[in-house]
Every structure is written in C-alpha cells, then in structure tokens.
C-alpha cells in the first residue's frame, strides 16, 4: 500500500510541475495559390533558445512557384517570438523542397535545405549567433 501511494504521489506531483502554455502560430496561414507553408524544421541550443523554420512557397506567375525559408526565435522558452526573417532573400526563383536544423555544442545553428527545379542541390547555411552565413553547396542531389 505504501509504494501505491508514492506512487500515486509522484504521479501527481510530475502532472502539477508541468503545464502547456496556450498554442502560438509563427507563420501566417497561406492561402493558395499565393502562398503555402510548410515542411517546418526546429532545434534548440544549450541556452534554451528555440529556432522555428518553415518554408513558404510564393507564386510569381501562374502554377510556378518560389520558395524561401523563413524563421523566428525564442529565448523565453517559446512564450514570445522574434519577428520573421526570411533566411534565403537569394533565391527567386527556385523552390526549396526539405529543411533540418540541428545545434551543435557551441550554439550554431545548422541549416540544411534542399534546393528544387532539377538538378536538385543540398545547400547548407550556419547561424553563429551573430549572423547567418551565405549559402554554401554541399553537393549535387
């Protein structure tokens, strides 16, 4: 009986530490044709800050489309976000069709995209805290 009570117990202390804050939407919901979001991608560094990226297609003529990669970032554990940067101003022409982020042990953030309209291109940028490194091709896809 008293293991089901401490049992019990740290059920329930575990259930009242943690709560969900309410939803928050970082990117505007596309209306097709003009604009779609998707694919997201999110890492966090030691420091707790989150990064958010997703992709938004842009139509530029009918039925063809761009992409860029957009982001926002959080230092207060997702309660408020930076306003929305577009990572890729570079491109008008391409479609970006998958994104991953990762972290590494300094707090860099790496992006990693693959870029459309064959021949596809892995293409790879780096956020040192400070900036965002130009695009760099890591190889033919």
Not at 16 to 42: F, N
Not at 83 to 91: D, Q
């Amino acid at each position: 009986m008293k293991k089901i009570v401490l049992i019990l117990f740290y059920i329930i202390s575990l259930y009242a530490q943690y709560e969900w804050s309410e939803p928050v939407e970082l990117s505007v919901t596309g209306v097709y044709p003009d604009t779609r979001y998707e694919l997201p991608a999110i890492t966090v560094d030691n420091n707790g800050t989150l990064y958010a990226f997703w992709i938004k297609d842009i139509a530029y003529e009918f039925l063809t489309w761009y992409s860029q990669i957009e982001y926002r970032k959080s230092t207060d554990g997702g309660l408020t976000w930076s306003t929305t940067e577009n990572l890729t101003p570079e491109y008008n022409f391409y479609r970006i069709i998958e994104i991953q982020a990762v972290c590494d042990s300094q707090n860099n953030v790496h992006l990693f995209y693959l870029r459309g309209n064959s021949p596809y291109k892995v293409l790879y940028k780096k956020f040192n805290g400070d900036s965002w490194s130009e695009p760099n091709e890591i190889s033919p896809y």
